[in-house]
């Protein structure tokens, strides 16, 4: 075992973490996934793009993501930008946790404009790159609301 990371790219605080959790996580131990969570803030860089970001682990399988929209990137693209937040999200989330599923809810104010969940296997073979992010939300069943 090393005491850093290979890729110089993980804290060795973090990296200590990882180790100390690896088993708890990989039992889908929902207390370790809380605390990995905390201590790797995943979704640190969306809050560019998102308000009152939370996560919740509910399952050895399964998160729960939900964000606020910020109206500045509301008015000319309202589904692709939700779609593209979810998007990111999710895959952070995978890249983060072993966990099969994420759903993330969309809101402005106290209406909900997107609610999807995202399956792991739905992401492979994917060359995010080139994807639509509303088309591919669609296709994992998303939901959108318009505002009202």
């Known amino acids: 075992r090393q005491d850093y990371s290979p890729d110089?790219?993980?804290s060795p605080t973090l990296w200590q973490l990882c180790h100390q959790k690896a088993e708890a996580v990989l039992a889908g131990d929902t207390g370790a996934?809380?605390?990995m969570l905390q201590a790797a803030n995943?979704?640190?860089e969306l809050t560019r793009f998102a308000d009152r970001i939370t996560i919740k682990p509910v399952s050895g399988d399964r998160l729960e993501c939900g964000f606020e929209a910020k109206?500045?990137?509301m008015?000319?693209?309202q589904e692709h930008y939700l779609a593209a937040v979810s998007l990111r999200a999710a895959r952070d989330l995978f890249a983060c946790l072993p966990v099969t599923e994420v759903f993330v809810r969309g809101k402005s104010?106290?209406?909900t404009l997107l609610t999807v969940t995202y399956r792991r296997e739905q992401f492979l073979?994917?060359?995010f790159l080139f994807l639509?992010?509303?088309e591919f939300a669609r296709e994992c069943g998303a939901d959108f609301e318009p505002v009202r």
């Open 71 to 73: 109206t500045e990137y």
């Open 125 to 127: 073979k994917k060359n």
């Open 33 to 35: 996934y809380a605390e």
């Open 42 to 44: 995943p979704l640190a």
């Open 8 to 10: 110089g790219l993980t």
């Open 109 to 111: 104010g106290n209406e």
């Open 132 to 134: 639509n992010p509303t």
């Open 75 to 77: 008015a000319d693209q």
